[in-house]
């Protein structure tokens, strides 16, 4: 089946400080790939989509030079927090579809962003 | 892409069914109707998937109403595991996955 991998699962930084985190299609080739961000007790937001040799597309409201945004092979992409501040403490989570079939997500185990 | 309406929680004893109810009332011809679960503090897992026709798999059971215009998820033998909250999502191949707010599922023992 279809996985997906992503790094790291915790961090924590300083205020200020930028935090990269990794997606990884790890059994298949992935040309769109997409970011959510999840606050606590709530659901699932999406912040973006990544597409593969090209620039994202971020949903309305999502700060594209804070959350960047690069999908540079066909089974990575990655989320850099830059300028990280408390308020951006959140569990981020990507996900990736295969293009044939049903276009069923996969989704990652996610990464716990705690900002001090 | 349409808009779901499910109910914010449901309990369901360990051992029986727990039927997952979703509205999808402004469903379009070529949306699909898809169902994922999160439980806490993971990433979402794939239950199921389906058009118009019900869907067993290993997990769980669709059925979809005639018109479309609502579904039901079947957990057939619900375990302590399967606490989550439940999501239903309707949208067409290619398009964005958008989350409501879903159905948090309780299983006591």
């Known amino acids: 089946g279809a996985v997906v991998s992503q790094h790291p699962s915790w961090v924590i930084c300083k205020s200020g400080t930028s935090v990269k985190i990794e997606c990884r299609s790890l059994d298949f080739q992935a040309t769109t790939m997409f970011w959510y961000r999840q606050f606590p007790k709530q659901s699932l937001m999406l912040m973006a989509t990544?597409?593969?040799?090209?620039?994202?597309?971020?949903e309305q409201g999502v700060e594209k030079d804070k959350f960047l945004i690069n999908h540079a092979s066909l089974t990575l992409s990655t989320l850099t927090v830059t300028s990280a501040h408390p308020e951006d403490s959140s569990f981020y989570i990507c996900?990736?579809?295969?293009?044939?079939?049903?276009?069923?997500?996969?989704f990652g185990a996610g990464s716990r962003l705690t900002v001090l | 892409d349409a808009k779901t309406t499910q109910p914010p929680s449901m309990d369901c004893a360990e051992g029986r069914a727990a039927n997952l109810p979703c509205n999808h009332s402004t469903i379009s011809g070529n949306e699909y109707v898809y169902w994922y679960r999160q439980i806490h503090s993971q990433g979402p897992q794939y239950i199921i998937h389906?058009?118009?026709n019900n869907e067993t798999n290993e997990m769980a059971s669709l059925i979809i109403t005639e018109d479309r215009k609502s579904s039901t998820l079947i957990l057939p033998h619900a375990t302590l595991r399967d606490t989550a909250v439940y999501y239903c999502?309707?949208?067409?191949?290619?398009?964005?996955?958008?989350f409501g707010a879903g159905t948090r599922l309780f299983v006591k023992a």
């Open positions: 389906g058009l118009k």
């Open positions: 999502i309707v949208r067409g191949r290619g398009f964005k996955t958008i």
């Open positions: 990544s597409n593969e040799g090209s620039k994202a597309t971020y």
């Open positions: 996900s990736a579809t295969r293009e044939s079939g049903a276009n069923v997500l996969t």
